[in-house]
């Protein structure tokens, strides 16, 4: 059974906060990069908070890959439309700073697009999308990512996990908001697994030979060398719609892609032909659109609440006590969690441990 400690959010969101500043982020950006992470944690996504903090952006910074200064360029732009160089920083920052572009000029003439490229991981889609309905917009999101999927009938890591994320205003306490990759499972889930030591379900991860791999540290280990695939969402092959999910992965990766002209597919995996570890290089795509230049914003909200309210009230399947919309289990989540903090495991803590150690920041006590 898997050991958990919690601690505060508001401690763990200061605490990366602190780290990103020891090496190199610039404060007000270091605060920005600890609120997206801490707001994947209050989510209930734990795939993409505290877990990853280490692995996934204070390691790439040290390995040189990733610039801890984000240097913001607007390459080229008009009234509704952008396209932004990211020179490698950091992804939320880049990803904040284009929403808000966005959601700018969609507030001026009614839909706004910024194309980026040149960028880093940028944490949880769900945010940026958030972030617009926050502002009365619908807010529409995606990426690309390392390779991992595999397209239909074939077994060769391809494409990223490449989420499309939809997020709407409603009138009830949450937004719609529909954040999720287009492959079966993800990175974040599989590494996730790996640090509760659980195994995977099959489906998730294929093999060279066409076997299901379950074991997560393996599938870890054959999605960087390149022996093994995420399936995309629908599953392997065509009799579970597999190809739909590979066809949504596509999408996003040309409009991460083609409309900034920036890097694809395997260009992503982070190596060089020698092997060298070197910046990802990743594009992003941010819309907004501004919901009163179609209709009155409350007419919309307490449309798209009714639509929800009636798919979960409708007919139940049999052993079953409840239907979701999206963000529904997200918003659950942070009522869940609010008063209890981050969740973390044995591995997480060894992780938050050495990193007060190494930077020397004795001021912060856990409760581990």
């Not at 605060?31 to 707001?39: Q, R």
């Not at 009614?110 to 991981?121: C, I, L």
């Not at 991992?148 to 077994?155: D, E, N, V």
């Not at 495991?345 to 856990?366: Q, V």
């Amino acid at each position: 059974m898997v050991q958990l400690t919690y601690e505060s959010f508001d401690k763990m969101e200061a605490f990366m906060k602190d780290v990103f500043i020891k090496v190199g982020v610039p404060p007000e950006d270091a605060a920005v990069c600890a609120e997206i992470l801490i707001e994947s944690d209050k989510r209930g996504i734990d795939s993409h908070g505290v877990g990853r903090f280490k692995p996934i952006y204070i390691d790439r910074i040290k390995d040189g890959i990733q610039n801890p200064r984000t240097h913001f360029e607007v390459v080229r732009e008009g009234p509704t439309t952008a396209v932004v160089d990211g020179h490698d920083g950091m992804g939320q920052v880049i990803g904040k700073r284009s929403m808000q572009m966005a959601i700018d000029k969609a507030k001026k003439y009614g839909m706004g697009m910024v194309a980026v490229r040149n960028s880093t991981h940028y944490g949880i889609a769900g945010y940026y999308a958030t972030m617009a309905t926050q502002a009365g917009m619908i807010g529409i999101t995606g990426t690309n990512a390392r390779p991992s999927i595999a397209p239909t009938f074939g077994i060769e890591n391809m494409l990223g996990t490449n989420p499309l994320t939809v997020g709407m205003p409603t009138d009830e306490d949450f937004p719609f908001v529909l954040d999720c990759a287009t492959s079966v499972s993800q990175r974040g889930k599989i590494e996730h697994y790996n640090r509760i030591n659980k195994t995977m379900p099959q489906g998730w991860v294929v093999n060279r030979d066409g076997s299901s791999e379950t074991n997560p540290a393996k599938a870890l280990e054959g999605l960087t060398a390149g022996t093994s695939a995420l399936a995309p969402l629908g599953g392997l092959g065509d009799e579970t719609a597999g190809y739909k999910g590979y066809g949504y992965a596509t999408v996003v990766e040309i409009l991460s892609a083609a409309l900034q002209q920036g890097q694809f597919l395997k260009a992503l995996n982070g190596f060089d032909p020698s092997g060298k570890k070197v910046p990802y290089h990743l594009g992003h795509f941010f819309i907004a659109i501004d919901i009163a230049a179609f209709v009155e914003p409350e007419q919309f909200k307490k449309t798209t609440g009714d639509i929800l309210r009636e798919l979960r009230a409708s007919e139940k399947m049999p052993g079953q006590d409840r239907i979701y919309t999206a963000g529904e289990k997200e918003y659950l989540a942070w009522l869940s969690r609010k008063d209890t903090g981050v969740p973390l495991n044995e591995s997480l803590k060894k992780t938050i441990k050495a990193l007060k150690e190494e930077y020397h920041m004795d001021s912060y006590e856990f409760n581990f």
